[in-house]
């Protein structure tokens, strides 16, 4: 905070707020100056926050919870708070400010968003655990598919299938996207019906103590042409040479490059439409990114996705992800279904 010109944060999303202070309810402003931080919530969450965010003084309160920070001086002697610019509201900030007539609110920029970026061990351990889940809900799922089977079927056997496992829920809602409909790279899973032919793109993610996995695997209902099984071929070595780009100090602009250059080479750079990949955490897409304009530097302990992808209008696509743990020296990955081509 002192390095970004800031004497305290009001942290209101809810995952900053469990990142810095453990507790996950809906309703929260953590306040942090220099000296300690402290937790504001509502009776709902009384005894919850207790249990959750031990050690953390806490404040229960009907009402507007800026309100009552007013009231009990939280910000008392403070000139510039930083704030969630990414989170918080047009509503909220004029909240904020009404509550706060004598402080500066400024954008804390990416002072949380840095922090959450390198996980410990306990966080990888947890998007690890959350990893495996979706490898065996995968692996589960390939005698699933099949022509007739619709996109929605096997949705719900994946949201099913990582509960069951041990997860919380799911990451993000599931993509299934079959035929002509796996060229739309973020497609919700419809009623259409697999057919012979089709390639299936399936993407999903749940999550352990609220840390998330991101999996995506390209199959084949049947056999796929000549073209397809080469434009696989090249998805997956454009995915290899990002991993092997992977290391601290890396840029996520080269690590996007290494992929894309190799896509770009085979002649594919106009169908790869999106960034190679993202930080993945308590949000399902955090810093640091990987794309052709990023800023970011991995560091040791980030943890991010790989996945490349082309797709060809109406017709189809292939992506594969995976999530690895960036290294001093290279990354680990998390995630570690096959990637063969699966023709079922
Ligand atoms: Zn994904
Ligand atoms: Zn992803």
Redesign the pocket.
Known sequence: MAGHGLDAMLVSSPAAIRYLAGFTGSNGLLIVRPGGAVLLTDPRYRAQAGIEARGVPRVIVSGSLLDAARERGLLEGCRNAGFEDEEVSWRRHVAMRRAFPGVRLRSAGTLLGDLAAVKDDGEIEAIAEAARISDRVFTDLLPLIRAGVTELDLASEIVFRHRRYGADGDAFEP?VAAGGRSALPHARASRAKLVRGDLVVL???CTVRGYGS???RTVAVGRVSSRWRNIYRIVRNAQEEARAAVRSGASGRAVDAAARQLIRREGYGRQFIHALGHGLGLRPHEPPRLAPRSVDVLAAGNVV?L?PGIYLPDSGGVRI?DDVVVRDDGCDPLTASPKELPIL
């Open positions: 993509i993407d999903f993610g991101d999996l995506t996705t996945e992800e």
